[in-house]
């Protein structure tokens, strides 16, 4: 992957079961990934998917873990 930016970025998200507005510390050195975090504030489970492209723009989708 090439470009000049840093290898880990916050981004938000909402949560798929409460809808409050999460903050994540994302991994851009890996260009896609799928994993579990629990919500800061309900602490249910959602399912991450990151993907980072060959610019460097980071897109992050939370669902709940029924949905996939």
Do not use: K
């Amino acid at each position: 992957m090439e470009g000049d930016w840093d290898l880990l970025q916050c981004r938000f998200v909402r949560c798929p079961y409460c809808g409050e507005r999460i903050e994540l510390v994302v991994d851009c050195s890996v260009s896609d990934q799928r994993y579990v975090e629990d919500c800061q504030v309900c602490c249910r489970p959602m399912v991450l998917e990151v993907t980072v492209d060959e610019v460097g723009h980071v897109n992050v989708h939370a669902n709940d873990e029924n949905a996939c």
